[in-house]
């Protein structure tokens, strides 16, 4: 069997990760421990996010054509790729989330919503809260003057009750 007979079935799983995805950042593990690899892994799969690790000419092949290809400076040395199909900003916050407490772990950079993030940028975007978080925020904030609204409106209410009462 030929060497490129072994590698198309790669490819075309790396093409399928990148099919549908809202972004993919490549990241550099090497000098993780074992433990904190297991760590890793497991809170990006909590998160549904796919992490793996791929030879640099497999994801340049994968990703010739597409708007991941914007990766392609980054693709040196080991590298690992972490592609969510979900939430746009969960795998570069999460692993910037990582990187905090294991320091060997690196950002190299990323696509996001089609656009291509250096290692700065990919960090930057790595501080935005997930959508959950986004949307609890503006609930919060349209319910805050409703609320209010509704406790005024009682105020008033008790006052005007306690008027007539003092009346009869």
Same mark, same amino acid.
């Given at each position: 069997m030929a060497k490129v007979e072994l590698k198309q079935p790669i490819v075309a799983e790396i093409a399928e990760l990148f099919n549908g995805a809202r972004a993919a950042v490549v990241a550099d593990y090497r000098g993780l421990t074992v433990e904190q690899d297991t760590a890793l892994r497991k809170r990006l799969r909590e998160e549904g996010i796919t992490y793996k690790v791929y030879k640099n000419t497999m994801i340049r092949f994968a990703a010739k054509g597409t708007e991941f290809e914007a990766l392609g400076p980054h693709l040196e040395g080991p590298t690992a790729l972490a592609?969510?199909? @979900? +939430?746009? *900003?969960?795998?570069?916050?999460?692993?910037? @989330?990582? $990187?905090? *407490?294991?320091?060997? #772990? @690196?950002?190299?950079?990323?696509?996001? /919503?089609? *656009?291509?993030? +250096?290692?700065?940028? !990919? =960090?930057?975007?790595? *501080? !935005?809260?997930? &959508?959950?978080?986004? #949307?609890? &925020?503006? #609930?919060?904030?349209?319910?805050?003057?409703?609320? =209010?609204?509704? &406790?005024?409106?009682?105020? !008033?209410? @008790?006052?005007?009750?306690?008027? /007539? $009462?003092?009346?009869?």
């Open positions: 592609v969510s199909k @979900e +939430d746009a *900003t969960a795998p570069a916050r999460v692993l910037a @989330e990582f $990187a905090k *407490t294991a320091d060997k #772990l @690196e950002l190299k950079g990323g696509v996001v /919503e089609g *656009t291509y993030y +250096d290692q700065k940028g !990919i =960090n930057l975007i790595a *501080t !935005i809260p997930s &959508r959950e978080v986004l #949307l609890g &925020r503006l #609930l919060g904030s349209m319910q805050s003057p409703i609320a =209010n609204f509704a &406790r005024v409106i009682d105020q !008033i209410a @008790e006052k005007q009750g306690g008027a /007539e $009462a003092a009346e009869a």
